[in-house]
């Protein structure tokens, strides 16, 4: 395989084709597109305190595509959702260098673009909301073939080639980028990390046991509703998919690591994970055997 494949793949799971697809589907002269683009100019126009001011000059993005990110972040949601988890996914796609400062903008921003009707804010205390905290839930559903695509985009598969040693605290992973090697979008920081651990760890090459695989994923958990059954019935699904991918490609492939925020080594992947299930563990196996005498 050759590092345009291994591109191929991430650019095929991006943000920008999550975008595309997603714009084909509202359209671009959507009448609620137009006016949450309206309502976030209105805002960044705005005069407010000077740090506000300053916060929001800050963000170099149009309003167009901090618009459509909006509709990425709310439209992905089928129930209500508490707002922080849509705050930070919009507040991650704003360029801010400080998390929190992006999380500010993409929490006003919401605020200002409710009364497009896109989505709803629901109190804390409303008898549909059992978040705890202010609900967001969408007024709009994206098609379902569109909703399949954003879940089958949403993780990275295991890469194909050698992921790329970490330089830094921002360079490294996959060849277009992994972000930050510290999991958690504000715990990032530039103080020195054990890099070495982490490039040789990424040098493991592995592959499915296809034996194992012979046998069905079980629930470890009690499928006692239809909507958890269908859940774990979509996750299996989705899993196969991502297994045959990576027998079609050879089945020699690597895993891009991480630490948290206290140290720990963590490798990146959903459907294919070192840390996952018993199932997804017992899948693994080295890739490069040696007999032990």
């Known amino acids: ?23 084909g589907d509202i359209g671009t002269d959507s009448e609620v597109l137009m006016d949450c683009i309206e309502a976030i100019h209105t805002y960044r126009k705005g005069k407010y305190y000077d740090s506000k001011n300053n916060r929001i000059a800050s963000c170099n993005m149009a309003n167009n595509e901090i618009a459509l990110e909006l509709c990425v972040a709310i439209l992905v949601v089928k129930e209500i959702n508490p707002i922080q ?13 400080n998390p929190l400062d992006g999380i500010k903008t993409a929490a006003e921003i919401i605020a200002v673009c409710e009364k497009t009707g896109l989505f709803t804010l629901y109190h804390s205390t409303a008898d549909d909301n059992d978040t705890g905290t202010l609900g967001v839930k969408p007024n709009y559903k994206l098609s379902d073939s569109v909703e399949e695509y954003i879940e089958q985009t949403m993780y990275l598969p295991p890469m194909i080639e050698t992921p790329e040693p970490w330089k830094d605290n921002s360079n490294g992973g996959h060849l277009l980028g992994s972000g930050s090697v510290i999991l958690g979008s504000i715990n990032h920081h530039n ?3 054990n890099l070495d651990s982490l490039n040789i760890i990424q040098g493991i090459e592995w592959e499915l046991n296809e034996d194992v695989l012979e046998y069905d994923e079980l629930s470890k958990k009690p499928l006692d509703t239809p909507e958890k059954t269908r859940q774990f019935n979509n996750l299996v ?10 027998i079609k490609l050879g089945n020699k492939f690597y895993f891009v690591w991480k630490y ?14 070192l840390q996952s299930t018993e199932y997804k563990k017992a899948i693994l196996q080295f ?3 040696k007999v032990i005498i």
């Open 191 to 193: 103080y020195q990390q």
């Open 287 to 289: 890739s490069n055997k």
């Open 1 to 23: 395989m050759t590092k345009t494949t291994q591109t191929d793949i991430e650019n095929g799971y991006s943000r920008r084709m999550i975008r595309t697809v997603v714009l």
């Open 85 to 97: 988890s849509v705050a930070a996914q919009l507040g991650n796609r704003l360029g801010y260098s």
């Open 260 to 273: 948290d925020k206290r140290g720990r080594m963590y490798s990146q992947g959903y459907h294919i994970n």
């Open 237 to 246: 699904k989705k899993s196969k998919a991502v297994y045959n991918s990576m």
